[in-house]
């Protein structure tokens, strides 16, 4: 069965400072992953996703996240940190058989001033 | 500009009471999931369907939920008796398969925050 996890409930970080957000994934065949954003009080918003077209894979505000088959991880980065970017973070893998999106835990980011 | 739109945006209801749902997917998409979300569980699939048909409601409680489209623009949740264990934000997906299903990016509402008392 394919799943992700995220490594860290929790992340803070300063304003400026580089984001990382870990993701690993389990899957017995190539993935269809993906990064979404969830601000207070709103549904989720797809940030990027990996469809094994390039294995660095850019998305928007200025996040990207690379595919490293080897580690099975597919982890978020963001160079410099905005109070904006404060909100949780979901990895999610995509289902082939029949198309369902499966979540992971979800990692919270705090951005100090 | 296209979104999924869900009501009630929120609903506090008694327990024992019928609560549902509502969603009206992207026009165009054929593909509508339900999750509910909470904090000790995170994001749960409840169901979804393809071309309105039930492809796998394997994470409801039988008992008490249910999840229907009666047509291509709208889809409900139904729960029937609610109990406070269901208190919850539940929200509903929609995205557009075309080819393979995995590659299908979901479009979220903004959910219905459901409290039972």
């Known amino acids: 069965a394919q799943s992700v996890t995220q490594l860290g409930s929790h992340v803070s970080v300063s304003e400026g400072a580089l984001v990382l957000l870990r993701c690993n994934y389990s899957?017995?065949?190539?993935?269809?992953l993906f990064w979404y954003v969830q601000y207070p009080n709103q549904g989720l918003q797809l940030l990027l996703k990996?469809?094994?077209?390039?294995?660095l894979v850019k998305g928007i505000n200025g996040f990207e996240a690379e595919f490293k088959k080897s580690e099975t991880s597919f982890h978020l980065t963001k160079p410099s940190a905005h109070m904006s970017d404060a909100a949780e973070y979901f990895c999610?893998?995509?289902?082939?058989?029949?198309?369902?999106?499966?979540f992971g835990q979800g990692t919270e980011l705090s951005v100090k001033p | 500009d296209a979104r999924v739109t869900q009501t009630p945006r929120h609903k506090v209801t008694e327990m024992g009471q019928e609560v549902t749902m509502r969603c009206q997917p992207i026009?165009?998409?054929?593909?509508v999931f339900w999750y509910r979300q909470t904090m000790m569980q995170g994001l749960e699939l409840l169901a979804y369907?393809?071309?309105?048909?039930?492809?796998?409601d394997s994470g409801m409680p039988k008992d008490r939920f249910s999840a229907e489209m009666p047509d291509a623009t709208l889809a409900t949740l139904k729960i029937q008796p609610s109990e406070p264990r269901d208190s919850a934000v539940y929200f509903c997906?929609?995205?557009?398969?075309?080819?393979?299903?995995?590659?299908?990016?979901?479009?979220f509402g903004q959910g219905t925050r459901l409290t039972v008392v």
């Open positions: 899957s017995s065949v190539p993935p269809y």
């Open positions: 997906a929609s995205g557009l398969v075309r080819g393979l299903p995995g590659n299908t990016e979901a479009f």
């Open positions: 990996y469809t094994s077209a390039a294995t």
């Open positions: 999610a893998v995509g289902n082939n058989q029949g198309g369902k999106l499966i």
């Open positions: 026009l165009g998409h054929n593909t």
């Open positions: 369907f393809r071309n309105r048909a039930p492809l796998d």
